[in-house]
């Protein structure tokens, strides 16, 4: 849900603007924080707060903005560009922060998982079954399975299952309670 479209009671886990510049990013980042308030006021409560950032480029810049957002867990959905290999490390370096992947298809989320596997990292990832991401991310841990390999786990096409080890370790980054 959109973080201006929040209202108490309702969805805990919230979209934040997208920008495309750095002035629309710190006009977005505002407004969400209003919104944000006014939601708290009323009584919601947030548990996820998904961003996207408007430069790969910039993401040690924005985690920076982004800490005064920890009331929820947050997640930074990369720009579909260049250095994202390098933005997911500075995510993981922050030790605070997650990366989000919003509605991609299987192989683009397995490559995703694969990288955030690697830095072990938390992840948020919609639009992709919840079940297929925990066991395709445990795989990817145990098994230390190619990108390949986990787009078959995304499919339904594996018949491989994690280790109890590696799905509590899945479920801690996906941050799944049990």
């Not at 002035?23 to 407004?31: C, D, I, L, T």
Request: glycine fraction near 8%; include cysteine; aromatic fraction near 6%.
């Amino acid at each position: 849900m959109k973080v201006e479209e929040a209202r108490a009671g309702g969805s805990r886990t919230l979209l934040g603007r997208p920008s495309l510049t750095r002035e629309e990013w710190e006009v977005a980042r505002k407004a969400d924080a209003q919104d944000l308030n006014h939601l708290l006021e009323a009584g919601g409560e947030v548990e996820t707060y998904v961003v996207p950032i408007w430069s790969n480029g910039d993401v040690e810049r924005c985690l920076a903005e982004l800490r005064g957002f920890d009331d929820a867990r947050v997640y930074v959905a990369l720009a579909p560009a260049e250095g994202q290999d390098e933005a997911l490390a500075a995510i993981a370096a922050s030790e605070w922060a997650g990366a989000a992947l919003l509605n991609k298809g299987a192989e683009e989320t397995a490559q995703f998982l694969y990288a955030c596997a690697g830095l072990e990292i938390p992840v948020y990832v919609e639009g992709i079954d919840r079940a297929l991401v925990l066991k395709g991310l445990a795989l990817a841990l145990g098994e230390d399975l190619s990108p390949r390999e986990i787009e078959s786990v995304l499919r339904g096409e594996s018949h491989a299952e994690p280790d109890e080890h590696s799905l509590d370790q899945a479920r801690e980054m996906l941050g799944i309670r049990r």
